[in-house]
């Protein structure tokens, strides 16, 4: 059953091309991470493996449309899914947002439906407030 999610919008204190470019590269995600996650996280070019709470997830980069949107699909995962970031230009910056799709059955559905839109509702934030020059806040309960 596929289940469509999509994020908050938020506008990025930087230009779209070069929000872009330090997502294009899924090496520079790593560099973004905790440190006490970098460790379950291994990453190059076009794909990015990480193990969280004991299950592997595998991505690579599907699509890539310069300066606009970049998708990635799982490579290895319990669920097939993709997800998009799009990056749009705003005054003041880039109105960036995120859309997943999932095919969930209806027990997936139930147990990670709200957790995959907080996620991407909070990855939105995050990206906003390091732009803005404030440290976000990562939750605990990741690893």
């Keep these: ?10 506008v990025v204190a930087v230009p779209p091309e ?3 470019m330090s997502f294009t590269d899924l090496r520079n ?4 991470l905790p440190e006490q996650y970098r460790g379950s996280v291994e990453a190059d070019f076009d794909s990015l493996r ?3 709470q004991g299950f592997t997830i595998a991505v690579r980069v599907a699509e890539r449309v310069p300066y606009s949107l970049i998708r990635i699909e ?9 997800v998009t970031a799009h990056f749009d230009h705003a005054d ?33 934030d995050s990206l906003v407030q390091v732009s803005h020059g404030q440290k ?4 605990s309960d990741l690893g």
Excluded: C, R, W
């Excluded at 059953?1 to 938020?10: F, I, P, R, V």
């Excluded at 995600?29 to 973004?32: A, W």
């Excluded at 799982?74 to 993709?82: L, Q, V």
């Design 18 to 20: 070069q929000l872009y």
């Design 74 to 82: 799982d490579s290895e995962a319990p669920f097939h899914f993709s």
């Design 136 to 139: 976000p806040e990562f939750p």
């Design 92 to 124: 003041g910056g880039t109105d960036f947002s995120i859309e997943a799709d999932a095919d969930l059955n209806f027990m997936m559905k139930a147990l990670l439906g709200g957790k995959i839109q907080q996620a991407l509702d909070k990855a939105v």
């Design 50 to 52: 990480a193990t969280v």
């Design 29 to 32: 995600l790593t560099q973004s």
């Design 1 to 10: 059953m596929a289940a469509h999610y999509q994020s908050k919008h938020g």
